[in-house]
Structure formats: C-alpha cells, structure tokens
C-alpha cells in the first residue's frame, strides 16, 4: 500500500448531509476458490448492532440519509476488516444514486484505508441497486474511476434486475455474481445451465470473474464446477460471521 493515498477534496453535495439517525455493524461471509480452497475474499454485510438482519437497517434509509448511509458503510467495512486483519479482498456494496461524483466521494473510502491502514487494492467495490432506474452513464462513470484508483469492480446479483448481459455491453467489471435464483437447483435445471453457459463464454470473452453466490448444495457446486466456476459464496462455504471471520466448511474432495 502506498505510503501516501491522494485523497480529493469532497464536493460540495457530499458535505451538506446530517448525521444518520441510527448505528448498524457488519458481519463477513467468505467468498472461496475452490481450485486450491483458498478465500479470495470477505463480503462486507450490512447488520444491526444487536446482530438483527440487513433488513432491519436497510429499511430505515432514506433519500435524505442515502448518501452518509453509503459513506458510513464503506467506513465501517474498512475499519472491521482492518481490525479482523482479512489477508484477502474485502467486498463493500455501494449505492450508485449515492454517489454524486464518484472521484471526489470515494474520500472517505481512502481516508479510512489510510487511517486503519488497509490496503485499497485489496478492496471489491460491489454494484448494488434495489431500484429500477439507474443511469448506466452514471454507473459506467464510477466504474471507470474505481478502476482508475485501482479496486476492483462487481456487478451483484447478475442476471436479476437490471443486472443483465446489456450492462455489459455498456461497461465490464473485474467481476460478476451470479444471482442466487439462477443458481437455485441448477443441477437439475437444464435451462438454468444453459443460461448460466451462455453467461460464463461472454465472461470469458471479456475477461470477467465469475463468482455463483448463494450456493447450498454439494449438487449445485459440482454443476457449476463442471462448467468452469470456480469462486463461490453461499451456506455450502459459511454463514456470515457476525464481526468475526467465519470458520469455512470444506467440502469433501472440493
């Protein structure tokens, strides 16, 4: 990690904001490849401080507190991972319409990396969006950035929503998850399996990561392995760990 991170003046939008009204933590689920059983990486997972769910917090953010909510998480997944010495990546999602200018809102991401002394290449920035009208300039544009300051980039929940392959054509992250309804009972499901094949060859062709999450079945794992995923996240692996590292379950012969 460079000695010193060049951070940006904020902008005016990202200053004039109140402080949230309420406190939340994380907990961590490990992200796994099973070539050599190796953890590539941590995601970073919204809960509140007496272990309730994402919901419970989610639910209480606003247009007015969307942006510092945003902010706070990235914050708080630096400041854990930090302190839970995570050797690997670390995966923080974000809110694209919280993000007013990318270059000069990622200033709190690179204060916290600096002050917790945390390597900023070992953060995934993770696309996530429960609302349907995204600007794809906008997204494009924080992609580009967050590429430009070295992490690398997710798009969550591929294949759901507006997560799909015209994304791709538009701009390419270092990575894409497969959504967990596509992975659902793939074993048994041969048009999931065609969908699924159809993803990984356009990956493949632009040079895309692959990562099936929600996996829970040694069936769904092989499946997928067969047709040459090899990053995972799902139960089958680990639950998340509530502001601690989970152990991971490995399954036989994985």
Same mark, same amino acid.
């Given at each position: 990690? !460079?000695?010193?991170?060049?951070?940006?003046?904020?902008?005016?939008?990202?200053?004039?904001? &109140?402080?949230? !009204?309420? =406190?939340?933590?994380?907990?961590?689920?490990?992200?796994?490849?099973?070539?050599?059983?190796?953890?590539?990486?941590?995601?970073?997972?919204?809960?509140?401080?007496?272990?309730?769910?994402?919901?419970?917090?989610? #639910?209480?953010?606003? &247009?007015?507190?969307?942006?510092?909510?945003?902010?706070?998480?990235?914050?708080?997944?630096?400041?854990?991972?930090?302190?839970?010495?995570?050797?690997?990546?670390?995966?923080?999602? +974000?809110?694209?319409?919280?993000?007013?200018?990318?270059?000069?809102?990622? *200033?709190?991401?690179?204060?916290?990396?600096?002050?917790?002394?945390? !390597?900023?290449?070992?953060?995934?920035?993770?696309?996530?969006?429960?609302?349907?009208?995204?600007?794809?300039?906008?997204?494009? /544009?924080?992609?580009?950035?967050?590429?430009?300051?070295?992490?690398?980039?997710?798009?969550?929940?591929?294949?759901? @929503?507006?997560?799909?392959?015209?994304?791709?054509?538009?701009?390419?992250?270092?990575?894409?998850?497969? =959504?967990?309804?596509?992975? *659902?009972?793939?074993?048994?499901?041969?048009?999931?399996?065609?969908?699924?094949? @159809?993803?990984?060859?356009?990956?493949?062709?632009? #040079?895309?990561?692959?990562?099936?999450?929600?996996? &829970? /079945?040694?069936?769904? $794992?092989?499946?997928? *392995? /067969?047709?040459?995923?090899?990053?995972?996240?799902?139960? $089958? +692996?680990?639950?998340?760990?509530? &502001?601690?590292?989970?152990?991971?379950?490995?399954?036989? =012969?994985?």
């Amino acid at each position: 990690m !460079p000695t010193e991170i060049e951070i940006p003046k904020p902008c005016k939008a990202c200053q004039e904001n &109140e402080p949230l !009204p309420f =406190d939340f933590t994380m907990a961590f689920q490990p992200i796994v490849d099973t070539r050599d059983n190796s953890v590539f990486a941590y995601e970073a997972l919204v809960r509140g401080t007496d272990g309730a769910g994402a919901w419970s917090i989610l #639910s209480r953010v606003t &247009e007015e507190n969307r942006y510092v909510f945003d902010q706070s998480c990235r914050v708080k997944a630096v400041e854990l991972a930090a302190r839970l010495k995570i050797p690997c990546f670390v995966s923080i999602n +974000f809110l694209p319409n919280a993000v007013y200018k990318a270059a000069t809102c990622i *200033r709190a991401t690179l204060e916290a990396a600096r002050r917790y002394n945390f !390597p900023t290449d070992r953060l995934i920035f993770e696309i996530t969006e429960n609302e349907r009208l995204v600007d794809k300039e906008h997204l494009k /544009s924080i992609i580009t950035e967050y590429k430009r300051q070295g992490f690398k980039t997710a798009i969550d929940d591929f294949g759901a @929503g507006y997560s799909g392959l015209n994304l791709l054509a538009e701009f390419q992250p270092d990575i894409i998850k497969l =959504d967990m309804e596509i992975v *659902r009972d793939i074993d048994h499901d041969p048009v999931r399996q065609a969908i699924v094949r @159809g993803i990984l060859g356009v990956c493949e062709a632009l #040079s895309i990561d692959v990562i099936a999450e929600g996996v &829970e /079945s040694r069936e769904e $794992l092989d499946i997928l *392995r /067969s047709m040459g995923v090899f990053l995972f996240q799902g139960y $089958l +692996f680990a639950k998340p760990g509530f &502001e601690h590292l989970p152990e991971i379950n490995w399954p036989v =012969d994985a």
